[in-house]
Structures are given as structure tokens and as C-alpha cells.
């Protein structure tokens, strides 16, 4: 009986140590864990695999993205199949703990391109299969991790217009590379040689025109049928290998367009040499720091490569300040004096080779000098600023400032880029006349080649010198550093002669002119009417002067002669007021006491009443009475 238990207890525990997931099957005759789970309808990892399983096949099930948990601490697992699962992302180091894998198949998914953390991790992979998947784009790291593992490498029938070929030509064991049915253009030339142990390469079906020479022989199996090659001296290699039954064909030029390449001969696989169309400078002539194209063309078969030597015979490489752009055309972003001369523009292919010279004129930056007379030292010497500052334009080999398009009124500095200057801030311009000593100072961002002074004086010498402030530290403070002087004249007049009054002050003198004109105008007219009413004043008769009577308490002056008064008119009963309680005595003079009630003085006689002082000849006109009259009438 115990003899019996024994085994049951050890199988027991076996089936406890390997859990089966459920539409998996789990093979106990195998000699290594297995988990087959092969077309059971899985729509993700099932989350009970075993994690000591060396076998795992999940093919033709409808798992869309594997997860970073999915597979790990499976370090035992070394066959993944995956295939056929309409899978279409990865997530980052999904299998980075599948250190013992070598075989993994991603074929029949829908994978749309590959990072470098999605293969993290696979250290012994030996053969990756991703055929038949989306892939439009492959990073270089995405193989970085078994570049010197890996034996074959399936990218069949994907969307690949390029392959990282650097990558490619690291893989020091590749023994197997299919490629067929891509949209590859292109293949490096050396990228195959790279690869030492490479048995067997598959090109068929993609837009290859050329193919470079594969080493050899013995070299590795090529198969490039379905490609539009184009047929001439550069397949004569390819022509050698080929046997009866191979399906290179050419599709250009038009002679042999559709003929199997092994059934051309030899001869017929010719190239021409290149010619060299035109090459020529736009602009021929420049002034040095500004920028000038070279370009150069040329025709062959197969198209020649264009490549430039300078004037001291060395080849062009691209740079900061030259550069050589895809069509052949040589850029000089600055041009120098070292750039003048002869360029030479060479043209290359297998048949031979061709040259053309474009000669390139750099002129140096004009520099104003003196008039060389010895009388510009007669008039008003340069400034204290000129003299200290140094002009460094006037050297010899230098010319770092220029003034140019000068007018009357303007000028425009112009200065070379001062990139042996590190960490410049701004620049400085400084400028004043010799005839004035008040200097005049422009701040400018470091990014500044020239500027336009405004506002100059026509007729007048210029002394100006540039300064490039910048900071030697970190923390230090800005320092400058004169980068040279120019002496220039303005239009419009010879150098010493008196310019010309401003626009402005002309304008400021006339309104003053014009003000004072009106002023004195004025005051003319104010004087002759003053005049004038003076003059009518002094032909006016005198007015009469009526007399007067004052009357005071108790002392008055006896009142003139007054001419008899006219018969009073009749006038409306005028009812006394009641007389006051206590009141002495009635009659108008206890009303009116004299002490109280003076009489008026008539002040004025109005201008309807006639003079009753004059002879009894003039007419008798009805009196009118004015107010003052009338009120004091009513009063008596």
C-alpha cells in the first residue's frame, strides 16, 4: 500500500507545480514545460501561465497588445510564438524578462512600427520572425539588444521603404535576411559585405534600380526577381552570377526593358561616362561676408555623383559656413578671401569621371581712406574717440567695418560676423562729428551685422567705431572690445564746409517771423483807432450842465436861477397815507420832514424833453418824463 502512495503523492505534486490554464493544453510527456494555447479563441495573455514554461504557443487567437506583465518572470521560457493574432501594440519591455528566449514569432499581426524598448530585454535571440505585419518604420536600437545573437531575420512583406542599415551590417552572426515584398529603394553599398556569415539574402519585390556587389564567391544566395532594375555596367557582377532560371529582369533603358538580366550580354551592359552640362556662379562676384551658390550639372549613366574642390585643391566638406546640397550645387553661407579663386566641380560614375573650373571673385570690404593730399590734416582733426579706440578698418588685412550707401542724410555700417568673440551680448556703435564733440552712442542685439544712422548732417566728416560687449564669466561683467573705426563723409558738401540749416530750424525761424508780423499788426491797428477816438473827442461841443441843488440837515447852498417851470399836467389824485399814532401836526411837511426826505436832484434831463430855457420860436413838443423824473414828481 505504500508502495503505491508514493507515486501518487509525487504526481500530485507535479500537477500542483504546473498549472494548465483553462483551453490550453499542457502535455505531461513533454520533457519541458509546455503550454500549447493554439487557436482556443484567447483575447488576451492568459494571466495563469506557468513562469517556469520553456514552451509557449498562442498563435491564431485574437490577442490585440501584450502588456509589461504579461510574460514576466518567465527567464525559462525560450520558444514565444505569437503569430497570426492581429496584435497591434507592444508595451515597452513586454519581454524584458525573456532572457533565455530564442525564438520568437510575430508574423500575421498588425504591428506598425518598432521602437528600441518594445525588444528590450532579449539578450539570446537567435531568430526573430516578423513577417507579414504593417511595418512602415524601424528604429536602430529596436536590435540593439541581440545585434550579436541573432541568425535570421524575417521582414517580408511590410511596408518598409528604408532599413536601418547600420544596424543591419552590426549583426556579426546574420545568417538569414528576407526582405522580399517592401518598398526598399535603396541599398547601401558595403551594408552586405558587413556581413561575414550571411547565407542567404531576399530582395524579390521591391523598387531596387541598382544592387551593389555582394562578396563573393562564395557568397550568399541573392534572389532580386520583381525589382525594375536598371541594367548597365554596375550588374555586370549580378550578370555573372546568374544562371538559366533566375527572374532578374531589366525594366530600363528602353533596349533591354523586359529582357531576363541572365539573357543580356555582356557588352550590352554598358555605361557612359559623364558631361558636365554647366556649372557657373550666382553671384560671380561678391563682397566678402556675404553668401554666393555654385552649382554644377551633369549627365551619365548611371548619374554621376557631384562632389566640389576648393581653390587650394582640398574637397569640400560640409560645415558651419559650407555646405553641398542633394542636387550637387555648392552653398558658401560667408564667403571669404581664402574662397577666391577657382572651384572645381567633379563629376563621377562607374564609366569615368568629368571636371569643370567656376571661377569665384570674393572682393574685399571697401575701407574709406583719406584724400591722401595731405589737407585732410588742415581742418578739425578726428575726434578723442577715433584716436583711442584704434581704427582697426584702416590695418591692413583686416577692413571689419565699412560705411556704405551714403547720402546726404544717412549711412549704413556695416561689420563682419565676430564668432572668435564667444558670448557676445550686444554691440556698440559710437559715432560723432569732427566738427562736434558731443558723441552719440547706439546699443544693438549681438545678432546684428549692420545699421542705418539717421538724422546726419549733409556735408560733414564722420568718425565711428564699433564695440562688441560681452562677458569673459559667468558672473563677470560685460566687457567691451573694439572691433574697429571708419571715417566716412556725408553728401551734399565737401568735408569742412558749413552744412546747410536743418529743415526744422527753417521751419521754427518762419512761425517766429510769422507771429511777430501779426503781432505788430495788431498793435498798429489798436493804435490808429485809439487816434481816431481822441481826435473825434475834441470836435464833440460841450454837454450842459444842468444846475444842482443839494440839501442837507438843515445847511444847503442857495440853489442858481432856474427858468420858469412849464404849467404842470394835470395828474391823478394822489392819496396821503394814513398818518402814523402820534404823529405831529399833517400837511406834507409832517409827513415828509426836510431832515428826512431831501429832494432829489434831477441827474439827468431825458433825451425827448425839450429846453424850456430856449426862445418861444421853437416848437412846443410834448414833454416826456423819464423815470427818475417821474418818481420824483409822484413823490412832491
Same mark, same amino acid.
Given at each position: 500500500?505504500?508502495?503505491?502512495?508514493?507515486?501518487?503523492?509525487?504526481?500530485?505534486?507535479?500537477?500542483?507545480?504546473?498549472? +494548465?490554464?483553462?483551453?490550453?493544453?499542457?502535455?505531461?510527456?513533454?520533457?519541458?514545460?509546455?503550454?500549447?494555447?493554439?487557436?482556443? @479563441?484567447?483575447?488576451?495573455?492568459?494571466?495563469?501561465?506557468?513562469?517556469?514554461?520553456?514552451?509557449?504557443?498562442?498563435?491564431?487567437?485574437?490577442?490585440?497588445?501584450?502588456?509589461?506583465? #504579461?510574460?514576466?518572470?518567465?527567464?525559462?521560457?525560450?520558444?514565444?510564438?505569437?503569430?497570426?493574432?492581429?496584435?497591434?501594440?507592444?508595451?515597452?519591455?513586454?519581454?524584458? #524578462?525573456?532572457?533565455?528566449?530564442?525564438?520568437?514569432?510575430?508574423?500575421?499581426?498588425?504591428?506598425?512600427?518598432?521602437?528600441?524598448?518594445?525588444?528590450?530585454?532579449?539578450?539570446?535571440?537567435?531568430?526573430?520572425?516578423?513577417?507579414?505585419?504593417?511595418?512602415?518604420?524601424?528604429?536602430?536600437?529596436?536590435?540593439?539588444?541581440?545585434?550579436?545573437?541573432? %541568425?535570421?531575420?524575417?521582414?517580408?512583406?511590410?511596408?518598409?521603404?528604408?532599413?536601418?542599415?547600420?544596424?543591419?551590417?552590426?549583426?556579426?552572426?546574420?545568417?538569414?535576411?528576407?526582405?522580399?515584398?517592401?518598398?526598399? %529603394?535603396?541599398?547601401?553599398?558595403?551594408?552586405?559585405?558587413?556581413?561575414?556569415?550571411?547565407?542567404?539574402? #531576399?530582395?524579390?519585390?521591391?523598387?531596387?534600380?541598382?544592387?551593389?556587389?555582394?562578396?563573393?564567391?562564395?557568397?550568399?544566395?541573392?534572389?532580386? @526577381?520583381?525589382?525594375?532594375?536598371?541594367?548597365?555596367?554596375?550588374?555586370?557582377?549580378?550578370?555573372?552570377?546568374?544562371?538559366?532560371?533566375?527572374?532578374?529582369?531589366?525594366?530600363?533603358?528602353?533596349?533591354?526593358?523586359?529582357?531576363?538580366?541572365?539573357?543580356?550580354?555582356?557588352?550590352?551592359?554598358? +555605361?557612359?561616362?559623364?558631361?558636365?552640362?554647366?556649372?557657373?556662379?550666382?553671384?560671380?562676384?561678391?563682397?566678402?561676408?556675404?553668401?554666393?551658390?555654385?552649382?554644377?550639372?551633369?549627365?551619365?549613366?548611371?548619374?554621376?555623383?557631384?562632389?566640389?574642390?576648393?581653390?587650394?585643391?582640398?574637397?569640400?566638406?560640409?560645415?558651419?559656413?559650407?555646405?553641398?546640397?542633394?542636387?550637387?550645387?555648392?552653398?558658401?553661407?560667408?564667403?571669404?578671401?581664402?574662397?577666391?579663386?577657382?572651384?572645381?566641380?567633379?563629376?563621377?560614375?562607374?564609366?569615368?569621371?568629368?571636371?569643370?573650373?567656376?571661377?569665384?571673385?570674393?572682393?574685399?570690404?571697401?575701407?574709406?581712406?583719406?584724400?591722401?593730399?595731405?589737407?585732410?590734416?588742415?581742418?578739425?582733426?578726428?575726434?578723442?574717440?577715433?584716436?583711442?579706440?584704434?581704427?582697426?578698418?584702416?590695418?591692413?588685412?583686416?577692413?571689419?567695418?565699412?560705411?556704405?550707401?551714403?547720402?546726404?542724410?544717412?549711412?549704413?555700417?556695416?561689420?563682419?560676423?565676430?564668432?572668435?568673440?564667444?558670448?557676445?551680448?550686444?554691440?556698440?556703435?559710437?559715432?560723432?562729428?569732427?566738427?562736434?564733440?558731443?558723441?552719440?552712442?547706439?546699443?544693438?542685439?549681438?545678432?546684428?551685422?549692420?545699421?542705418?544712422?539717421? #538724422?546726419?548732417?549733409?556735408?560733414?566728416?564722420?568718425?565711428?567705431?564699433?564695440?562688441?560687449?560681452?562677458?569673459?564669466?559667468?558672473?563677470?561683467?560685460?566687457?567691451?572690445?573694439?572691433?574697429?573705426?571708419?571715417?566716412?563723409?556725408?553728401?551734399?558738401?565737401?568735408?569742412? +564746409?558749413?552744412?546747410?540749416?536743418?529743415?526744422?530750424?527753417?521751419?521754427?525761424?518762419?512761425?517766429?517771423?510769422?507771429?511777430?508780423?501779426?503781432?505788430?499788426?495788431?498793435?498798429?491797428?489798436?493804435?490808429?483807432?485809439?487816434?481816431?477816438?481822441?481826435?473825434?473827442?475834441?470836435?464833440?461841443?460841450?454837454?450842459?450842465?444842468?444846475?444842482? +441843488?443839494?440839501?442837507?440837515?438843515?445847511?444847503?447852498?442857495?440853489?442858481?436861477?432856474?427858468?420858469?417851470?412849464?404849467?404842470?399836467?394835470?395828474?391823478?389824485?394822489?392819496?396821503?397815507?394814513?398818518?402814523?399814532?402820534?404823529?405831529?401836526?399833517?400837511?406834507?411837511?409832517?409827513?415828509?420832514?426836510?431832515?428826512?426826505?431831501?429832494?432829489?436832484?434831477?441827474?439827468?434831463?431825458?433825451?425827448?424833453?425839450?429846453?424850456?430855457?430856449?426862445?418861444?420860436?421853437?416848437?412846443?413838443?410834448?414833454?416826456?418824463?423819464?423815470?427818475?423824473?417821474?418818481?420824483?414828481?409822484?413823490?412832491?
Amino acid at each position: 500500500m505504500a508502495k503505491l502512495l508514493v507515486p501518487l503523492v509525487m504526481l500530485g505534486a507535479v500537477a500542483g507545480s504546473h498549472r +494548465c490554464p483553462p483551453r490550453c493544453l499542457c502535455p505531461a510527456a513533454a520533457p519541458n514545460p509546455t503550454l500549447l494555447c493554439a487557436r482556443t @479563441g484567447l483575447l488576451a495573455v492568459p494571466p495563469t501561465l506557468d513562469r517556469a514554461a520553456v514552451e509557449l504557443r498562442l498563435a491564431d487567437n485574437f490577442i490585440g497588445a501584450v502588456g509589461r506583465a #504579461d510574460f514576466a518572470n518567465m527567464s525559462s521560457l525560450v520558444h514565444l510564438t505569437l503569430s497570426r493574432n492581429g496584435l497591434r501594440r507592444l508595451a515597452p519591455g513586454a519581454f524584458a #524578462d525573456l532572457r533565455a528566449l530564442r525564438a520568437l514569432h510575430l508574423d500575421g499581426n498588425r504591428l506598425p512600427a518598432l521602437s528600441g524598448a518594445q525588444l528590450r530585454g532579449l539578450a539570446s535571440l537567435r531568430h526573430l520572425i516578423l513577417a507579414n505585419n504593417q511595418l512602415a518604420a524601424i528604429e536602430p536600437a529596436a536590435f540593439a539588444a541581440f545585434a550579436a545573437t541573432v %541568425e535570421d531575420l524575417d521582414l517580408s512583406h511590410n511596408n518598409l521603404p528604408a532599413l536601418p542599415w547600420e544596424a543591419v551590417a552590426g549583426m556579426a552572426s546574420l545568417a538569414t535576411l528576407t526582405l522580399d515584398h517592401n518598398l526598399l %529603394e535603396r541599398v547601401p553599398a558595403g551594408a552586405v559585405a558587413r556581413l561575414p556569415r550571411l547565407a542567404r539574402l #531576399d530582395l524579390t519585390a521591391n523598387r531596387l534600380r541598382a544592387l551593389p556587389p555582394v562578396p563573393g564567391p562564395p557568397g550568399p544566395s541573392l534572389a532580386a @526577381g520583381g525589382n525594375p532594375l536598371h541594367c548597365n555596367c554596375e550588374l555586370l557582377w549580378l550578370r555573372r552570377l546568374a544562371q538559366p532560371g533566375r527572374l532578374e529582369s531589366c525594366a530600363s533603358p528602353p533596349p533591354l526593358a523586359g529582357r531576363l538580366l541572365w539573357a543580356v550580354p555582356e557588352e550590352e551592359l554598358a +555605361c557612359r561616362a559623364p558631361a558636365i552640362a554647366g556649372a557657373a556662379a550666382d553671384p560671380a562676384a561678391v563682397l566678402e561676408g556675404q553668401p554666393l551658390r555654385l552649382g554644377c550639372a551633369a549627365a551619365g549613366d548611371p548619374p554621376p555623383a557631384l562632389h566640389w574642390l576648393g581653390p587650394d585643391g582640398r574637397l569640400v566638406q560640409n560645415g558651419s559656413r559650407r555646405a553641398v546640397r542633394p542636387d550637387g550645387s555648392l552653398e558658401l553661407r560667408v564667403a571669404t578671401l581664402r574662397d577666391h579663386g577657382a572651384f572645381t566641380c567633379v563629376a563621377s560614375n562607374a564609366a569615368g569621371e568629368a571636371a569643370a573650373r567656376v571661377q569665384v571673385a570674393v572682393l574685399p570690404l571697401p575701407v574709406p581712406h583719406g584724400d591722401g593730399d595731405g589737407d585732410a590734416e588742415a581742418g578739425p582733426g578726428p575726434s578723442d574717440m577715433a584716436r583711442a579706440g584704434g581704427n582697426e578698418s584702416r590695418v591692413a588685412g583686416e577692413r571689419r567695418i565699412v560705411a556704405a550707401e551714403l547720402t546726404a542724410s544717412s549711412a549704413r555700417i556695416r561689420w563682419l560676423p565676430q564668432r572668435h568673440v564667444p558670448g557676445i551680448r550686444m554691440f556698440q556703435i559710437q559715432y560723432n562729428s569732427s566738427l562736434d564733440d558731443s558723441l552719440v552712442y547706439r546699443l544693438l542685439p549681438p545678432s546684428s551685422r549692420s545699421f542705418v544712422l539717421r #538724422d546726419l548732417a549733409a556735408g560733414r566728416e564722420y568718425d565711428l567705431c564699433v564695440s562688441a560687449l560681452y562677458a569673459e564669466g559667468a558672473t563677470a561683467l560685460p566687457t567691451a572690445r573694439a572691433l574697429g573705426c571708419v571715417r566716412f563723409a556725408t553728401a551734399g558738401g565737401a568735408p569742412g +564746409c558749413a552744412a546747410l540749416p536743418r529743415p526744422h530750424f527753417l521751419g521754427g525761424t518762419v512761425i517766429i517771423v510769422i507771429g511777430a508780423a501779426i503781432a505788430a499788426s495788431v498793435l498798429v491797428f489798436i493804435l490808429i483807432l485809439t487816434a481816431r477816438y481822441k481826435a473825434a473827442a475834441a470836435r464833440r461841443p460841450p454837454a450842459a450842465v444842468a444846475s444842482v +441843488c443839494s440839501q442837507t440837515n438843515g445847511t444847503h447852498r442857495p440853489p442858481e436861477p432856474e427858468p420858469p417851470p412849464p404849467p404842470p399836467l394835470p395828474l391823478p389824485p394822489v392819496l396821503p397815507p394814513p398818518a402814523p399814532m402820534g404823529a405831529a401836526g399833517g400837511g406834507a411837511r409832517g409827513l415828509f420832514p426836510s431832515h428826512s426826505y431831501p429832494r432829489r436832484a434831477r441827474t439827468r434831463r431825458h433825451g425827448s424833453l425839450p429846453r424850456l430855457d430856449l426862445p418861444d420860436a421853437a416848437p412846443t413838443l410834448r414833454p416826456s418824463f423819464g423815470s427818475t423824473h417821474w418818481m420824483l414828481e409822484s413823490t412832491v
